[in-house]
């Protein structure tokens, strides 16, 4: 169990909304942007997102067919491991369900690889992004998603904290077994879920 | 990295007036490299905690360290840097965990460091590394700060080595004109070097394509950003 710190008492307890998980604090009007590389600046004319690895049929769409497919949005909130947390978002997109149907995952994928044109990976189990819980999104608050949050389209992953919704996205890879992303190598939790604080390696 | 430990506060003093060094010393002495953070975690007597991530600012030693430095910038409405400035005192103890962090770390290796006000406090682990193992000559550091009273580590600092760039006020004797950051403050990185840039996420998105600008492929160059993270 935790031990007390000497004279900390936190902020009022009224204030704590029971949307926010263990140990996040809400970010309000802050958006706070987090990434590891240069902001990529890339064009929706030769934007691609591809499904590859253990499918029947890999497939690839041009920014122009991805919007063409059903559109698909969540509403509510996200959680970043560096503990802000944002209510009441809404993002636009379609949903990885609909990109898996289209490719077609082999029995014996488990796992994918969500992976960025920058070069960012986040490890992630198949079961965490069907089911209507992923999405790859464009839109955020009825405006276009910006640059410097992914723009123009990232994935989500709401359910999980943020660092698994790969910002530039420009793919999934689907693995039969699971392998590290690029925070994941670097300390971070393979499954994340905020509700059990899988922040780090260990936890 | 290890889970949680107990660290106590032997040590702290102001680098500026809203940035304080607190040296801790672990129950668990661990070995980090220059770069990574610990986090820090504030429990209440109810159970509710908050926790933020802190660089370290002290360099690796030989062995695993038993202290650490790390220096806390004292943000509007902070919480946890709140705390940490008014009611911690010497012999406190705070919990940690760490080291964290695999990316923005330095070992060796030609390497251009731009930190960014409190964004200097990873790099300055960095220099403090190449200083004590004796290659300085592969780091060139430019740090960017608002006036010489928003300057961290400032008699230790200096060397040459190091660019101190003044955007709002410079102290007397400064010819360079107040004014961002530069590709003439950059200059041409070292044949191979990597790119480390610290900052807010404003400075870190101007410096972190400057770092392109200047001829650091775009997959050398290393971001961190600070967020408003109390």
């Known amino acids: 169990m935790a031990r007390f710190t000497r004279g900390f008492s936190g902020r009022s307890r009224a204030e704590r909304d029971p949307r926010l998980p263990p140990g996040q604090y809400d970010a309000r009007d802050d958006w706070p942007v987090l990434n590891a590389e240069v902001t990529p600046d890339l064009d929706t004319a030769t934007w691609t997102f591809t499904v590859h690895g253990l499918v029947r049929n890999p497939t690839t769409w041009s920014w122009d067919e991805i919007h063409a497919l059903p559109e698909s949005s969540y509403e509510g909130d996200i959680h970043c491991v560096t503990t802000w947390s944002k209510l009441g978002m809404s993002f636009t997109g379609v949903s990885v369900d609909t990109l898996l149907a289209a490719a077609e995952p082999l029995p014996d994928a488990t796992h994918v690889m969500a992976e960025s044109h920058t070069g960012y990976t986040t490890n992630l189990p198949l079961a965490d992004v069907v089911g209507g819980r992923a999405w790859v999104v464009w839109d955020v608050d009825s405006g276009p998603l910006p640059r410097d949050h992914g723009g123009p389209a990232r994935m989500i992953v709401p359910h999980l904290y943020f660092w698994k919704s790969a910002k530039w996205v420009s793919g999934l890879r689907l693995m039969d077994h699971d392998e590290r992303g690029f925070w994941e190598r670097n300390g971070y939790h393979d499954r994340g879920d905020p509700w059990l604080e899988q922040r780090y390696q260990g936890d | ?58 360099p690796p030693t030989d062995s695993a360290s038993d202290e650490i430095d790390l220096t806390v910038e004292r943000l509007e409405g902070g919480e946890v840097s709140g705390f940490l400035h008014d009611a911690v005192e010497i012999g406190d103890e705070l919990e940690v965990r760490g080291p964290i962090g695999g990316w923005f770390v330095w070992e060796d290796g030609p390497a251009l460091l731009v930190g960014g006000g409190s964004g200097v406090v990873p790099v300055m682990a960095m220099l403090r590394h190449a200083r004590a193992t004796g290659r300085s000559d592969l780091i060139r550091l430019v740090v960017s700060v608002r006036s010489p009273d928003d300057l961290y580590y400032r008699d230790e600092i200096t060397g040459p080595e190091v660019t101190v760039v003044y955007t709002r006020a410079a102290p007397p004797g400064v010819e360079r004109p107040v004014g961002r950051l530069t590709l003439d403050d950059v200059g041409a990185p070292a044949e191979g070097a990597t790119a480390y840039v610290c900052g807010s996420a404003g400075f870190a998105d101007a410096a972190s394509r400057l770092m392109v600008d200047a001829g650091v492929p775009v997959e050398r160059v290393r971001v961190e950003r600070f967020g408003p993270t109390g």
């Open chain 2, 1 to 58: 990295m290890g889970g949680w430990q107990t660290a106590t506060v032997v040590g702290m003093h102001d680098e500026t007036p809203r940035a304080r060094t607190f040296r801790l010393r672990l129950s668990r002495p661990e070995s980090h490299r220059a770069g990574q953070h610990y986090v820090v975690r504030l429990t209440a007597p109810d159970g509710y905690t908050a926790q933020r991530s802190y660089s370290v600012a002290s």
